[in-house]
């Protein structure tokens, strides 16, 4: 089946600084590619996805890449502020059969 | 107007209980899920159901019992609760959208047994 790694598992970055980070996953035939934010005592939020048939995908300060040859990719987070200080995930998917990776807890520090 | 909701936030009982979770989207979604979510915050899912039919089940003790009595509830019952079943509850659900399914989940149930 499905297996998705993730890291770093915990990041810490300065306000206005940048955010990077990466995943990979061993199904090629993986076709999803979502991202999901948690915020403490909430339920998983999607933020951002990528199909396989993209590269790249930009959403105002949030973006993801997707190099389907080596079956990694990434959220990059630019400017980041203290309220994207939350646990990230990143996720692969068949036909709705969703695999997710083990978390980066990102702190934005004033 | 709650997209996916479950019942309740918290639930605490000792271990040998039977309990439930109950789950409802209002998004006119087919298919629907329960994932686990341990303490180190890593989401396994555990079934997922399309229009009342199981499609998907992990290797989860058949003490856990999902039941869809229609396609925008799954509830999930437990019973003869051990401390291990500890954890958060998420219930999600899906659609499928130019050729994926975007997935999207409730707030969790937190669930401790002792």
């Known amino acids: 089946g499905e297996n998705v790694e993730q890291h770093p598992s915990t990041l810490s970055v300065q306000e206005g600084d940048s955010a990077v980070i990466k995943c990979t996953y061993s199904d090629s035939a993986s076709n999803y590619f979502p991202w999901y934010k948690q915020e403490l005592g909430k339920g998983p939020q999607l933020i951002i996805d990528i199909r396989s048939n993209v590269g790249e995908k930009k959403d105002q300060r949030i973006a993801v890449t997707l190099n389907k040859t080596a079956k990694h990719f990434s959220l990059h987070i630019t400017e980041t502020q203290p309220e994207d200080s939350a646990v990230y995930f990143c996720?692969?998917?068949?036909?709705?059969?969703?695999?997710f990776g083990a978390g980066t807890r990102l702190t934005v520090k004033p | 107007d709650t997209a996916v909701s479950q019942t309740p936030k918290y639930l605490v009982t000792q271990m040998g209980n039977d309990k439930s979770i109950k789950c409802e989207q209002n998004l006119g979604h087919d298919t629907m899920y329960w994932y686990k979510q341990d303490s180190k915050k890593f989401l396994k899912i555990m079934f997922s159901y399309n229009n009342k039919e199981l499609i998907i089940n992990e290797t989860v003790p058949n003490r856990f019992s999902p039941k869809s009595p229609d396609k925008a509830h799954l509830n999930l019952h437990i019973n003869s609760l051990e401390l291990g079943d500890s954890a958060v509850y998420f219930c999600a659900s899906s659609h499928l959208y130019r050729g994926v399914y975007e997935q999207y989940f409730g707030p969790g149930t937190r669930l401790t047994v002792t």
């Open positions: 996720a692969a998917s068949i036909r709705g059969d969703m695999r």
